[in-house]
């Protein structure tokens, strides 16, 4: 296996690391790391003297380049498959699946406990559609941001489905999506307690999750993915979800700007 050169601009500690060991101990457990694997010294160096958002840019525009090129040269080739099937992968970096609508959705909150804002980023049949940010609390944390962003999405989600049969929502906050598709059913049988009357953090809006999630569920998919990992809807919301937070948005709004990709990915970032 040839040797990669990790960077890490956000997390315990900051450099050029040699092993995934190190990046796991420096980037564990923070929703705001930022790191990216290269494959010589000399990229890992050019990278780390630049930024984090340009360093994906840069790698978000050399992956469009090479599967362009790969389309090229498979152009004249001849397949049973056709190129439009649901387990194609996405131009934003997963597969369709059946659902003809992705909603991506991601919190930010600096520092935790903080201020924080959630952001959403709508794909309809593989392309960008929408983004919307809102949500800011004064007081907010990760988690709280988080499950904003999976409710909002549910809410969006019951407006589509009157046109469409199936939605799917991706997040990259496990504790939100387990939160609502797996604890909750058994917090709700214990009274809404964990067990001995233990407390539940973020109850209210857990319960409104999950009676929206209990409508509708028949209908969405729910996929957890990866943070900071160059998924593009993911990073969208990311950039909603820090701007909702730096300008304060209290109510959830659309983004009235271009939906220009490389311009919103250059935004600051969660």
Not at 26 to 31: E, I, L, N, P
Not at 119 to 124: D, E, F, K, L, R
Request: glycine share 8%; hydrophobic share 35%; proline share 1%.
């Amino acid at each position: 296996m040839s040797k990669k050169f990790y960077v890490i601009w956000k997390g315990a500690k900051t450099g050029i690391f040699s092993t995934w060991v190190e990046v796991q101990n420096y980037t564990q457990g923070r929703s705001d790391a930022q790191f990216m694997g290269f494959p010589s010294k000399a990229e890992a160096e050019a990278a780390f003297a630049s930024t984090y958002t340009k360093a994906l840019m840069k790698r978000s525009l050399a992956n469009k380049g090479a599967a362009s090129n790969k389309v090229k040269a498979t152009s004249g080739a001849t397949s049973k498959k056709s190129p439009t099937s649901n387990n194609n992968i996405s131009a934003h970096g997963l597969s369709n699946s059946t659902a003809e609508i992705q909603i991506y959705c991601d919190g930010a909150c600096s520092p935790n406990p903080g201020k924080s804002g959630t952001g959403i980023a709508i794909y309809q049949q593989g392309k960008i559609a929408a983004l919307y940010y809102g949500l800011f609390q004064a007081n907010g944390t990760n988690n709280t941001a988080e499950l904003n962003g999976l409710l909002y999405s549910f809410k969006l989600a019951k407006k589509y489905l009157t046109s469409v049969k199936q939605v799917q929502i991706l997040s990259d906050s496990k504790y939100s999506i387990d939160c609502i598709t797996k604890w909750a059913k058994g917090w709700q049988v214990k009274g809404w307690t964990r067990g001995k009357g233990e407390e539940i953090k973020n109850l209210e809006l857990i319960k409104e999750c999950f009676t929206l999630y209990q409508e509708i569920k028949q209908h969405i998919i729910i996929t957890h993915v990866k943070g900071h990992a160059n998924i593009e809807g993911n990073e969208l919301s990311d950039r909603m979800a820090v701007l909702a937070r730096l300008q304060k948005q209290e109510t959830l709004v659309k983004y009235q700007g271009e939906l220009d990709i490389k311009t919103i990915l250059a935004m600051e970032s969660g």
